[in-house]
């Protein structure tokens, strides 16, 4: 198992609170949920993305095959899609980094392997 630990700033309050999470992830490949108030990460022996609650309890899965949430621009504008990132994944052969529709946890298109991320054009359009 890795340990890492989420810390969160509040704003209002001025305060942070660190909660240690216990889960068998990927090195380094904890983000946001499209949520923003859960993390995702992905996890290690299923290769799926798994919600976090703040509370370091488990939230639900997304039920792709590999990917990493880099950040809050890994969503489209309306956050219904995600760009899975799998550049930083040393598999070999390298495989394509899918954008998923997060209402269906389907995968919706794939960028070629190895791409590496920049941002969104559009809702449906990533630019690698």
């Not at 209402?103 to 190895?114: K, L």
Request: charged share 20%; glycine share 10%; with cysteine.
């Amino acid at each position: 198992m890795v340990a890492f630990t989420a810390h969160r700033y509040d704003i209002a309050t001025g305060r942070t609170t660190d909660t240690p999470v216990t889960v068998d992830i990927i090195g380094g490949a904890v983000g946001w949920a499209a949520d923003s108030r859960r993390y995702l990460a992905l996890l290690r022996d299923e290769s799926v993305l798994q919600c976090i609650n703040p509370d370091a309890s488990m939230g639900p899965r997304i039920e792709i095959r590999a990917g990493m949430v880099r950040g809050a621009d890994a969503y489209s504008p309306s956050r219904r899609y995600l760009f899975a990132d799998t550049s930083g994944l040393m598999t070999q052969p390298a495989v394509p980094s899918p954008i998923v529709d997060l209402t269906t946890g389907r995968a919706v298109a794939f960028m070629t392997a190895g791409t590496q991320p920049v941002g969104w054009y559009d809702e449906q359009r990533w630019r690698g």
